[in-house]
């Protein structure tokens, strides 16, 4: 799995914004750089082609050391992971899915962190520009083992369908992360009275190579943001962030759709209103304000910003299929997982919903981490049986059986997840 080499002397190293303003002062000659030739019809070349040999195999794998993953794309590169490989309370690298709206930085394939720079701007009382060095020596380090959700995951199982990568349950995962607290870094600028919302800005490249455009730039409002559960992190389970997961630095800000974890990121823009980055806007990780018919058209006024994720749970032992000997107990396992906070039970049904049993139920390593769940099984005689898990969160909420309240861009589908099991004499 590769995509288009961004190898430019401009995209090397840590320089952040400064490659803005690249290719539109340059045009088509960046083109010719990055392939390293004049192209001499260039002039003849449409607006928002790529040349071909950009977007082909420049011999850098990108599932390199990723195992079992389900690709839906590879430009850009998105993988989810199946639900028998998320059984780790702490997801490994090989595990956790990949989600990039635009291209890898060339610094982070590097692990080169030379001279990175965060920027914390706006309604603060002393603007920052914080090296990962200062990050480590000014502010407590905290490790943390927190979800990171897409917005979108369960998209598959909304009816009608929607637009976006059709994720069913894999675009998830509880990695252990190190870093300082994003209360901390903002308390030490001095959060102005008139701070309303955080704005996220990384140094991925724009899939047209167009250095005007960002690739996506998402904020919380600022309460979310000095709550204290939220990390600027370096590490994850142990190591420098991986490239594809956001080298050297990425915000984690459990409970919101992952999308607001940016990764690569170079700057935080406190805002004097909800901010209005690349995907804030328009019909992206909106929902609509009240519950709408599927198939509704719904007016953009009337869309709201996705915050806190639903309560949600998946199946991860055993694997969907699995076949089993009749009239003897197994164990049926997974997590669960709120972005309000704590789960509260969770249940499973072998009989399609007809009665529920209640699974035995960790506590979370910490908060907003995912929480281990147990039950045992035992299946009456042979034949085809399905294991449907349903989690509800403190305020009785729980997962429905059937998709969710439809919206138009299919976020936050909490649909019970269901596996496959076979009982053979
Ligand atoms: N800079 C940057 N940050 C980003 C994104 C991106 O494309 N660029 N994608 C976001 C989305 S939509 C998700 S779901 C998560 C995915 O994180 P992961 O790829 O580490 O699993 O990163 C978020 N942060
Ligand atoms: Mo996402």
Known sequence: MTQPSTHTPETAGAKGQSRRGFLKTTGLTALGSMLGMTIPFERNLPAGIIPVALA??????????KEGMVVLGDRPLNAETPAHLLDDDITPYKHLFVRMNGLVPQNALDQDAEGWVLTVDGEVETPLEL???????RFETVTSRLVIECGGNGRAFFQPGTSGNQWTMGAIGCPEWTGVRLADVLNAAGVKDSAVYTGHYGNDVHLSFDEDKEVISRGVPIEKALEGDAIIAWAMNGEPLPALHGFPLRLVIPGYPASVSQKYLNRIWVRDKEHDGEKMSGDSYRIPAYPVAPGTEVPPEDMVVLTEMPVKSVITFPRTGTELAPETPTEVRGHAWCGKGDVAAVHISTDFGQTWQE???DAPHNRFAWQRWRAEVTLPQHGYYEVWARATDQDGISQPPLSPVWNPRGYANNIQHRIALVASA
Do not use: K, P, R
């Open 56 to 65: 082909q195999d420049t011999g850098a794998d990108f599932m390199a050391g």
């Open 131 to 137: 090296t990962i060095e200062d990050l480590q020596s």
């Open 359 to 361: 699974a035995v139920l």
